[in-house]
């Protein structure tokens, strides 16, 4: 990259007629706010007072600990408030610029207003479902013998499912939020330099990280809090805190199903659009990507925060809190068979590693800097070296923090060099979310041999584009599955070596151990998510710039940061599939620990020889199958109406091509955004319903049949091939597709024929193909097995 890029020697704008009218709009402000922005500072600030004196003494009342988490979350709060004070605080460029960012913001908010008012009326249709499940269950000595009822466990798996899925929606606004307002500055940026540019897009993506990670942790924190002292927990006659994280199982529930429909619906939307927009304005009218007079070109950049932004800040929240209660519920269980005296460090420990991912992740975004390379002169940095540098000062920081995490709550009299063994089942975990990356990378980056030779493919034309494509995806399964492997069965026997023993001598800490490796792998989770959300920033201010029409100079920086935010998101893809596998097996075995709960015998092995048990597993399987293909035909079928919008709005204004006539974007944004809503209930109700259905049907037969626990056994099994099938084919979604994204942006530099050549109408293909591949059916993969996990912990009860 050359001085005039660096130094901002832009020269005059290129000479295009701009007669597009201003499609500037009121901005939006949620209801809340302007509630918020009604009531005076003072009595404002008193409130907030309140509020933080009410968690303090009920932290204080509950343990030590939650105080320590508290404070940390609300710090990191207050660090994301200057954030996005700094990131506000830069220019938004021509009055061009701005019209175009606030037609893509209104688009967005508008599209989540809907999304997520659809989302909450079937949050509480299922809750009311879950109360009547509750309200007729059984219940486990430990809740009989602390006074529980069941009517009391109905209103807090409600109140839990209600509140998880509350602050799912919450964190996926605020992705949404800070990335519709950060892309214009970014864009702004890009004339004058590429490190402020990418400075900017990091610090942007950090504020969503830690809020979002912040909401996880703080929210599982409160609830446990009120619980414990509305219950009096550990007080005579009353619950044992090693039983109360399975009274937050709704939480993680509600997280999830926001989750998936939030992937579901964003990742239709965006992907739908991206597709009409690419196949008739790049393929059939040879105009560039991100072209105004492509009339799908908004709905493609607000997709790229609905679909890309809100949904993975929800997917990430859901990722989060499935694996704390998970593994709180691990933990609880452990130290209950071990007898150990104060259980409260293994039930807590999970909310210390993630506060201290926070803090860690602070640490590596504050680490990127606007500063030039020493010794280099003229050029910029590979925005991804500094991106990886980043990302190494944070995982230096976790393994130390992670270790003295071990050391303050996992030590014991009982067997003092336990914490040792935790502490390296962490490592594991962290050296294997590294690997992930690396692995992601390797085969999604253009530097790589992989792309380039998908790339290569494309100059022999459409099919065998295709089919290395294809090939590459079904081959970038192997090293992660290996890895996954290693990571559990190393974990596993580090913690089962630990010297934790139940009251007959057996090794307990195995399970407990991959847990600590999920909580390793997830400890700098709020540095991955910055990477994330840097991707879909640097693609809407690549937008913003093309349709504005800058100079080509400023292009080529945009080009570059959104070639390495494509890279990013494929590897955080990768990561979050990685954790998804190691969480999944968590929850798997919280579920068998609470099916032995409530069936008062011992639940430890699934026996896929019995005909029953092996049906379970194959319907699980068919569901990863049943539910990818109807998130990529929903994709297809919404995507065709764009195509034929697009085409017709080229036939009936023919002066679209000389900018004499503006195409009509909100028709487009219309067209992508009720179909989406419509195409995504139908795979996420599959999702819901089947596991209970199945539990359901076969607990009849079983009672029939003289086998008590065959509908939970069944379940069992459905789940743990769904997960296997769900983990191999999202990675090869999302691989396959990022490869073939990168393909084409490596054509785009002006290899093999550059743009506009038949190769790169191939790698064209490729990417369309890809599309709902890495966008739609792949990240919906790895939040759907994550909820049919705890979707089975929720309704364990009919099934037994």
């Known amino acids: 990259m050359d001085d005039d890029m660096e130094g901002g020697n832009l020269g005059p704008y290129q000479d295009r007629p701009r007669t597009f009218p201003s499609m500037k709009s009121k901005a939006y402000i949620p209801w809340i706010f302007r509630v918020l922005m009604r009531i005076n500072v003072r009595v404002l600030l008193v409130l907030l007072l309140v509020c933080f004196?009410?968690?303090?003494?009920?932290?204080?009342?509950?343990?030590?600990?939650?105080?320590?988490?508290?404070?940390?979350?609300?710090?990191?709060?207050?660090?994301?408030?200057?954030?996005?004070?700094?990131?506000?605080?830069?220019?938004?460029?021509?009055?061009?610029?701005?019209?175009?960012?606030?037609?893509?913001?209104?688009?967005?908010?508008?599209?989540?207003?809907?999304?997520?008012?659809?989302?909450?009326?079937?949050?509480?249709?299922?809750?009311?479902?879950?109360?009547?499940?509750?309200?007729?269950?059984?219940?486990?000595?430990?809740?009989?013998?602390?006074?529980?009822?069941?009517?009391?466990?109905?209103?807090?798996?409600?109140?839990?499912?209600?509140?998880?899925?509350?602050?799912?929606?919450?964190?996926?606004?605020?992705?949404m939020w800070v990335s519709v307002r950060a892309n214009v500055r970014v864009s702004s940026a890009a004339r004058r330099s590429a490190r402020e540019a990418l400075q900017i897009a990091v610090r942007a993506g950090g504020f969503s990280a830690l809020v979002v990670?912040?909401?996880?942790v703080m929210g599982v924190a409160i609830l446990y809090a009120i619980l414990y002292v509305w219950l009096g927990v550990d007080s005579p006659g009353a619950m044992k805190s090693t039983d109360l994280p399975l009274l937050l199982v709704g939480y993680g529930f509600g997280a999830s199903f926001v989750a998936l429909f939030a992937q579901l619906g964003g990742g239709i939307f965006t992907k739908a659009a991206d597709v009409g927009a690419d196949l008739v304005g790049k393929v059939e009218q040879g105009i560039p990507e991100d072209d105004p007079r492509n009339p799908a070109v908004?709905?493609?950049?607000?997709?790229?925060?609905?679909?890309?932004?809100?949904?993975?800040?929800?997917?990430?929240?859901?990722?989060?809190?499935?694996?704390?209660?998970?593994?709180?519920?691990?933990?609880?269980t452990m130290a209950k068979h071990c007898k150990i005296e104060d259980p409260s460090g293994f039930i807590l420990f999970p909310l210390v590693v993630h506060s201290f991912d926070l803090v860690v992740s602070s640490v590596g975004i504050?680490?990127?800097?606007?500063?030039?390379?020493?010794?280099?002169?003229?050029?910029?940095?590979?925005?991804?070296?500094?991106?990886?540098?980043?990302?190494?000062?944070?995982?230096?920081?976790?393994?130390?923090?992670?270790?003295?995490?071990?050391?303050?709550?996992?030590?014991?009299?009982q067997a003092p060099s336990a914490w040792l063994n935790f502490a390296l089942c962490g490592l594991v975990g962290i050296v294997t979310a590294y690997a992930f990356v690396w692995i992601s990378k390797y085969y999604?980056?253009?530097?790589?041999?992989?792309?380039?030779?998908?790339?290569?493919?494309?100059?022999?034309?459409?099919?065998?584009?295709?089919?290395?494509?294809?090939?590459?995806?079904?081959?970038?399964?192997?090293?992660?599955?290996?890895?996954?492997?290693?990571?559990?069965?190393?974990?596993?026997?580090?913690?089962?070596?630990?010297?934790?023993?139940?009251?007959?001598?057996?090794?307990?800490?195995?399970?407990?151990?991959?847990?600590?490796?999920?909580?390793?792998?997830?400890?700098?989770?709020?540095?991955?998510?910055?990477m994330d959300m840097f991707g879909p920033i640097a693609d809407n201010a690549g937008g913003i710039v093309e349709m504005s029409q800058q100079p080509e100079s400023v292009r080529e920086i945009t080009d570059v940061l959104d070639a390495v935010g494509n890279t990013t998101k494929a590897t955080t893809k990768g990561f979050a599939i990685g954790s998804a596998a190691l969480a999944s097996f968590l929850l798997f075995s919280a579920y068998m620990d609470e099916v032995a709960a409530f069936a008062q015998e011992p639940f430890k092995q699934?026996?896929?020889?019995?005909?029953?048990?092996?049906?379970?597993?194959?319907?699980?399987?068919?569901?990863?199958?049943?539910?990818?293909?109807w998130a990529c035909s929903a994709v297809g079928r919404?995507?065709?109406?764009?195509?034929?919008?697009?085409?017709?709005?080229?036939?009936?204004?023919?002066?679209?091509?000389?900018?004499k006539e503006k195409p009509d974007y909100g028709r487009c944004v219309s067209i992508v955004a009720s179909a989406s809503l419509r195409e995504m209930i139908k795979p996420g109700a599959l999702a819901i319903?089947?596991?209970?259905?199945?539990?359901?049907?076969?607990?009849?037969?079983?009672?029939?049949?003289?086998?008590?626990?065959?509908?939970?056994?069944?379940?069992?099994?459905?789940?743990?091939?769904?997960?296997?099938?769900?983990?191999?084919?999202?990675?090869?979604?999302?691989?396959?597709?990022?490869?073939?994204?990168?393909?084409?942006?490596?054509i785009e530099t002006g290899a093999l024929g550059g743009k506009g050549s038949d190769t790169h109408k191939a790698a064209v293909t490729g990417d369309t193909v890809g599309d709902p591949f890495k966008d739609t059916a792949g990240p919906s993969l790895h939040v759907l097995i994550k909820m049919l996990a705890t979707i089975t912990l929720v309704m364990a009860p009919i099934f037994l």
């Open 53 to 175: 004196g009410a968690i303090f003494y009920i932290g204080a009342s509950t343990s030590p600990i939650i105080v320590f988490v508290f404070s940390v979350c609300i710090i990191s709060f207050f660090v994301s408030i200057y954030l996005t004070k700094w990131v506000l605080a830069k220019d938004e460029g021509p009055p061009e610029m701005s019209e175009i960012s606030d037609a893509i913001r209104d688009g967005a908010e508008g599209f989540f207003r809907t999304q997520y008012g659809t989302i909450s009326k079937m949050a509480l249709l299922l809750g009311l479902v879950i109360f009547a499940i509750y309200l007729f269950r059984n219940t486990t000595p430990q809740q009989e013998s602390s006074g529980l009822g069941r009517a009391t466990s109905a209103y807090i798996t409600v109140a839990a499912f209600l509140f998880g899925a509350l602050c799912s929606g919450v964190a996926g606004y605020v992705g």
């Open 213 to 216: 990670v912040g909401m996880a």
């Open 298 to 332: 908004i709905a493609d950049l607000v997709g790229d925060n609905v679909g890309d932004c809100a949904a993975r800040g929800a997917d990430l929240f859901e990722s989060i809190a499935a694996e704390i209660i998970s593994a709180m519920i691990l933990g609880g």
């Open 366 to 413: 504050f680490s990127i800097r606007n500063k030039r390379e020493s010794g280099v002169i003229g050029t910029v940095e590979d925005p991804m070296k500094t991106l990886e540098k980043g990302y190494s000062v944070t995982i230096l920081l976790a393994v130390l923090t992670f270790g003295l995490s071990t050391r303050w709550l996992l030590y014991t009299e």
């Open 444 to 530: 999604t980056d253009y530097k790589y041999e992989p792309v380039r030779t998908l790339a290569l493919a494309s100059s022999t034309g459409h099919g065998t584009n295709i089919i290395a494509g294809i090939s590459l995806g079904l081959e970038s399964t192997a090293l992660p599955v290996l890895v996954i492997s290693l990571a559990i069965v190393s974990a596993f026997w580090l913690g089962r070596t630990s010297g934790l023993t139940d009251e007959a001598g057996n090794p307990t800490g195995g399970l407990f151990g991959t847990a600590v490796a999920t909580m390793g792998m997830l400890s700098t989770a709020a540095y991955v998510l910055t």
């Open 606 to 629: 699934v026996d896929i020889a019995i005909p029953e048990v092996f049906v379970g597993g194959l319907l699980g399987s068919m569901l990863i199958f049943l539910f990818s293909a």
């Open 638 to 659: 919404t995507a065709q109406e764009v195509v034929n919008e697009v085409r017709r709005q080229f036939i009936e204004r023919p002066g679209i091509m000389d900018y």
């Open 689 to 746: 319903i089947s596991p209970a259905v199945v539990g359901f049907l076969f607990r009849i037969l079983g009672y029939y049949t003289g086998h008590p626990l065959l509908g939970a056994k069944v379940v069992a099994s459905m789940l743990m091939f769904a997960t296997v099938s769900g983990i191999l084919m999202a990675l090869f979604l999302n691989t396959a597709g990022g490869a073939w994204d990168n393909a084409k942006k490596y």
